[in-house]
């Protein structure tokens, strides 16, 4: 059985404000079982956030920890980790958050390869606000903005954090949270920036709208519409049409951010 160590968590803020059958706390609870699993002690762990209702996480986490502005975590996980290099940090960032308003800091960050863990938590919409598409909703599904399906693309976000120079990616969904657990701990290991995708429910947001069904339904849908990346290998464009591949998607070093700016720092100061 998955247990959540309550050590983790800070008892006082709870009960916490997300809607029953929400996925969020599957993630939640697998981030901090990969920080158990990795043996961090509590002050050397770092969570930031931007604002959405995922972005609520690090308020319920027992860590050091940063809500911030919409978009703008992995801006502020940036200066923290140049400040406190020895720091671990995660961010925690919806798809609205990291891709829309934050897509810009995303984009630049994979470039430089520096050493921060994204955990998105993508429900597919602007859950907090009432339902808005957000980049991550897929084509011809409904949003408050988009009552007669969106006709707007949306990202992979695994194709786009690769491109964009991520060091380390992976996708699971909230029917998969060992899954979400491993590819967390693994994105720890890398040192460079890493990107977990962790595709969650959001009943009331995005299911309801969209006439998923309910949470078990939805929660469902997403087991039994994963496909792993081996096996999607194998695959044709048509057979993987509506699939969520699942799994490690890249793990490739390349120089790190603050190391190659500490190796420029020790060349000045001879
Ligand atoms: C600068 C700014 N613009 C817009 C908002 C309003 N706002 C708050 S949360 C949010 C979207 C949240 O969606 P997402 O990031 O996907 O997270 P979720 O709530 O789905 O977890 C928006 C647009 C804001 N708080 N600040
Ligand atoms: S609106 Fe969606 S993401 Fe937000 S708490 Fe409710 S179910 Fe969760």
Request: charged share 20%.
């Amino acid at each position: 059985m998955l247990q959540i160590n309550v050590e983790n968590l800070r008892m006082q803020k709870l009960p916490h404000i997300w809607c029953p059958g929400c996925g969020n706390g599957i993630a939640l609870s697998a981030l901090t079982r990969a920080i158990d699993k990795l043996g961090y002690d509590h002050d050397e762990v770092a969570i930031v956030s931007g604002i959405g209702c995922s972005s609520r996480s690090p308020g319920y986490l027992n860590f050091n920890t940063l809500h911030t502005t919409h978009g703008r975590a992995i801006a502020f996980a940036t200066g923290l980790k140049i400040f406190k290099p020895k720091m671990k940090v995660f961010i925690v960032t919806g798809d609205g958050d990291c891709t829309a308003i934050g897509g810009n800091h995303f984009i630049h960050a994979a470039r430089r390869n520096i050493d921060l863990n994204v955990i998105l938590f993508n429900n597919n919409i602007y859950g907090m606000t009432g339902g808005q598409a957000s980049p991550m909703t897929p084509f011809g599904r409904t949003a408050t903005t988009a009552p007669y399906g969106t006709v707007e693309r949306n990202f992979d976000i695994m194709e786009l954090a690769k491109a964009a120079g991520a060091t380390f990616c992976g996708r699971a969904t909230a029917a998969h949270p060992r899954l979400i657990e491993s590819l967390i701990v693994k994105a720890a290991q890398n040192k460079g920036f890493s990107v977990v995708e962790a595709m969650l429910p959001c009943p009331i947001g995005f299911g309801r709208r969209n006439k998923l069904g309910g949470p078990v339904e939805m929660m469902k849908y997403l087991e039994e519409n994963s496909v792993r990346v081996q096996k999607a290998q194998k695959m044709s464009e048509e057979e993987l049409k509506g699939k969520f591949v699942i799994g490690e998607f890249y793990n490739k070093p390349a120089p790190e951010y603050i190391e190659e700016y500490d190796k420029i720092i020790a060349k000045l100061k001879k």
